[in-house]
T-cell receptor, first 112, second 111 residues
Framework: DAGVTQSPTHLIKTRGQQVTLRCSPKSGHDTVSWYQQALGQGPQFIFQYYEEEERQRGNFPDRFSGHQFPNYSSELNVNALLLGDSALYLC???????????FGPGTRLTVT | GENVEQHPSTLSVQEGDSAVIKCTYSDSASNYFPWYKQELGKRPQLIIDIRSNVGEKKDQRIAVTLNKTAKHFSLHITETQPEDSAVYFCAAPPDGYALNFGKGTSLLVTP
């Protein structure tokens, strides 16, 4: 039973560039949430996707966008990168209308 | 929205002792309270959770208690072992099924 997977593991980008991060949910799960975890902080909710639509969004600017595919996998896109976007980006999968979320290993993004 | 406060931020205990981490939340409508363990460089792992219709839940050496009136919940780890050393996060849903996390407690268990 495959758990949540994310790619790439690490990424280095320059300020102003754009980045795409990918996530495959745990087998059987249909809902994907994205979180940003700054160093020494708890994860912060970015948004959640179900049935290829954004269902809920946290307090993040429009530079952060996402997509969910028919196979439930998801992408997180960040445009016009800022130094402050450097963080660990975590994907969590769950079942619709269930609270229990299971995290992937994350993508470490460094913006220089 | 939901505000989750967690304390202490660091906790050091001797192997075999108990550890307690507390969280408070602001939204009385919140009804799900998970605890995650995150080892250095690894993903947060769900270790135990509790719903608002239950006051306490145990799983071997870990337990979570919930006081809905006071709007706080706690993680209890008994007979601590060095492998319990990690950062622990509490969380609560602000609305829908998203989670708001506390800032974390760094637990160190010394042999």
């Amino acid at each position: 039973d495959a758990g949540v997977t994310q790619s790439p593991t690490h990424l280095i980008k320059t300020r102003g560039q754009q980045v795409t991060l990918r996530c495959s949910p745990k087998s059987g799960h249909d809902t994907v949430s994205w979180y940003q975890q700054a160093l020494g902080q708890g994860p912060q909710f970015i948004f959640q996707y179900y049935e290829e639509e954004e269902r809920q969004r946290g307090n993040f600017p429009d530079r952060f966008s996402g997509h969910q595919f028919p196979n439930y996998s998801s992408e997180l896109n960040v445009n016009a990168l800022l130094l402050g976007d450097s963080a660990l980006y975590l994907c969590a999968s769950s079942l619709l209308a269930r609270y229990e979320q299971y995290f992937g290993p994350g993508t470490r993004l460094t913006v220089t | 929205g939901e505000n989750v406060e967690q304390h202490p931020s660091t906790l050091s205990v001797q192997e075999g002792d108990s550890a307690v981490i507390k969280c408070t939340y602001s939204d009385s409508a919140s009804n799900y309270f998970p605890w995650y363990k995150q080892e250095l460089g690894k993903r947060p792992q769900l270790i135990i959770d509790i719903r608002s219709n239950v006051g306490e839940k145990k799983d071997q050496r870990i337990a979570v208690t919930l006081n809905k009136t006071a709007k706080h919940f706690s993680l209890h780890i008994t007979e601590t072992q060095p492998e319990d050393s990690a950062v622990y996060f509490c969380a609560a849903p602000p609305d829908g099924y998203a989670l708001n996390f506390g800032k974390g407690t760094s637990l160190l268990v010394t042999p």
